[in-house]
Structure formats: structure tokens, C-alpha cells
């Protein structure tokens, strides 16, 4: 079998979906397929040799259109289009081919607010999505999203994210100081870690609103524009800004707590991260989230907006300190997600 995958994946960083990605490339390789993957040409990107080591066919083009083209002459079997924006010009580009196409959505279109169909939106997943055999989502959130849009519910099926628990697992009191020492937080200083790249939709403002309750804490944050960074150490607190990273996991080690203030999520994967790191968790309370978190320990939810609500469950965290999380299940792994996603193949066609 001759399988395609294309991102329209922007990140020079492999964040969580490059280990999934690798996953199944080792999956399929270990089957005796062809497995190829197409994202945007992206300067810096770190990740390129790792996914190519795993046994994928790497291809990095300068748009859709590109994309598209290199799908058509690939000749795929399935064709697999993860996120938005490629889907349209991929789906044209293999309409009378015989590939499977598979459209795979990892975030909610908007803040998490009731969706409502438009004829875009209609025409979108009720004509041009008349050729996916697959709406894959990564939570019944942006499945519910999809369907209110128009996908015809009886083809979305959910295949949550997954997290490399040997990886991401609790630092030992070495591994902890090191962290600590790299990012310069001084003995028993509390520390907020917080990822911020659409400050909007992340809820900057709440946390900003909610640190005033929350003196001598520092903020460390990602990926989050200068004004929003600003926004936040006016309140007094010291704010250690990382304009990226290609291992959170530090990160996550140094923490003494994760704030989550979004206004919209699809899934929450540094969620999952924490919580298997030990790190203790405040988010909104929304419904991916509360799929994210479920049977994890140390997870706290606040009214999303509520920067009290947030402030008042930032304090408990930091007093409770972290946490011991219980074994994982090793099917919860990138192994157990790739393992998914063929079964999707070999399942064929929804009734």
C-alpha cells in the first residue's frame, strides 16, 4: 500500500504531531508500505532527518498547490491531509484517482463557541467532503464542531493524540534542578509555564488578569508575542520569555505548574504532557480539555474567561507541589496511535 500524508505544518519545531507522524511511518514501514509525507517548506525546521530516519519519504513544498501536484504524481493509495488548508486543493488534485482520502482536523475552526453551518462551510464538507471516506478529529469536540458544519457524522471518527509517557515522565531531583538552573528561576521560586502563540485564543489576558493573586510567581512562556509578554509582567511578576523550543520537556521539569487559560482547544496535547511529567494543570473548562485530562491526576478546570476562578486554582497548584502520576497505559503511546490509524485504513469505508 502507497500512503501519503501532508501537513500544512508550519512549526520548524516537531511539537507532538512529528513523533506521531514517525510512529506510523515506523508502522508502515514495518508492514512493507510505502509511506511518504508532504509539508510546507519551513526555514529551520529541526525535525526533517528524524522523520526521515523513521522511514518516511520526506517532501517539502512551497504550498497547496505544490502539494497537490506531488500528491497526483505520487499515485497514493490513501491520501491522509491533516489540519486546515491544504484539503481543498489535495482532494481536486485526486478527485478521479482512486486514492481513499482521509481529511484529518486537530483544532477547532473557532474559540470553542457554538458552530453554526454556512454554505461555505456546507460546501466544503457536504461536496467537496463527498470524496473523504474519513473525517479523522483528534477529540469529540472537534467532531461535534464538524458535524455542525456539515460532515456527515456516520464517516467522523475520533483518534485522540498521544504523548511518548518514557519520554515525558517525572524529572528526577537532578533533572529538575538542572531545568530549573537552565531557565534561571531561583531556589523556590514558584513558576508558571504557560504557551502562548495566539494570545488571543490562549486567554494571555485572563492570565494576566489572574497574576496580581499571585506574587513572586514567575511566568515562563512560549512562543507568546512581546505585547502579550508585556501584558503580563505588568502585574510585577517576571516573565522568562522563549520565543521557541524543540524540547518542552525541560520546560515541563522546570515548571511548578501549567496555566491553560484558552479560550478554544481542540485537544490539548502539552496538557497530556504535563500531566505525565507530574506537573500540576489549571485550564479552562472546556470540553477537549476535560477529554484531555480525563483520568489524570493533578488537573484543575476554572470557567474559562474567570481570571478569579483561574488566580484562586494557580494558588492551589503551586501550594500542592508536583505530583506522582500513576503508570501509563501503553497503548496511550504514538505505537498505539499509529496502531489506530491503520486500523482506519484496514476498516474501509463507514456505512
Not at 509511506?35 to 532527518?49: I, L, M, Q, T, Y
Not at 479552562?284 to 478569579?308: T, W
Not at 502520576?325 to 496502531?339: C, I, L, M, N, Y
Request: positive net charge.
Amino acid at each position: 500500500m502507497r500512503v501519503l500524508h501532508a501537513a500544512s505544518f508550519f512549526n520548524p519545531s516537531p511539537g507532538g504531531f512529528v513523533p506521531l507522524i514517525a510512529a506510523l511511518a515506523e508502522r508502515l514501514r514495518a508492514r512493507g508500505d510505502a509511506f511518504a509525507f508532504v509539508a510546507p517548506r519551513v526555514e529551520g525546521a529541526s525535525w526533517h532527518d528524524a522523520l526521515r530516519a523513521a522511514g518516511a519519504e520526506l517532501h517539502a513544498v512551497d504550498g497547496a498547490g505544490a502539494a497537490a501536484r506531488l500528491a497526483r504524481a505520487w499515485r497514493p493509495d490513501v491520501a491522509h491531509v491533516h489540519f486546515y488548508g491544504w484539503e481543498p486543493a489535495l482532494s481536486a488534485a485526486l478527485w478521479t484517482a482512486r486514492t481513499r482520502l482521509f481529511w484529518h482536523a486537530h483544532s477547532l475552526y473557532g474559540r470553542g463557541g457554538a458552530a453554526r453551518p454556512t454554505l461555505r462551510s456546507l460546501a466544503k464538507y457536504r461536496l467537496l467532503g463527498a470524496r473523504v471516506e474519513r473525517f479523522v478529529t483528534v477529540s469529540r469536540a472537534v467532531g461535534d464542531e464538524l458535524a455542525a458544519l456539515g460532515a456527515p457524522r456516520r464517516r467522523i471518527v475520533t483518534v485522540p493524540n498521544a504523548v511518548d509517557a518514557a519520554r515525558f515522565r517525572p524529572p528526577s531531583a537532578a533533572e529538575r534542578a538542572a531545568a530549573r538552573r537552565e531557565l534561571g528561576l531561583a531556589e523556590g521560586e514558584p513558576a508558571l509555564l504557560f504557551f502562548g502563540r495566539d494570545p488571543l485564543v490562549k486567554g494571555a489576558d485572563v492570565l494576566a488578569a489572574a497574576l496580581p493573586g499571585l506574587p513572586g510567581a514567575a511566568v515562563v512562556t512560549v512562543a507568546t508575542p512581546a505585547e502579550a509578554g508585556t501584558a503580563l509582567a505588568a502585574s510585577g511578576n517576571r516573565v522568562l520569555a522563549r520565543a521557541r523550543t524543540d524540547d518542552v520537556r525541560p520546560l515541563l521539569w522546570a515548571a511548578d505548574a501549567l496555566a491553560v487559560p484558552s479560550r478554544g482547544e481542540g485537544f490539548g496535547l502539552v496538557l497530556l504532557e504535563a500531566a505525565l511529567t507530574g506537573l500540576p494543570v489549571v485550564a479552562s473548562d472546556l470540553p477537549a480539555l476535560r477529554e484531555a485530562a480525563a483520568g489524570r491526576a493533578g488537573v484543575a478546570f476554572a470557567p474559562a474567561g474567570d481570571a478569579a476562578g483561574l488566580g484562586t486554582a494557580l494558588r492551589a497548584a503551586l501550594a500542592g507541589g508536583r505530583l506522582t502520576p500513576p503508570a501509563p497505559d501503553p497503548a496511550d503511546s504514538p505505537a498505539g496511535w499509529a496502531e489506530r490509524i491503520v486500523e482506519l485504513y484496514e476498516r474501509g469505508p463507514a456505512g
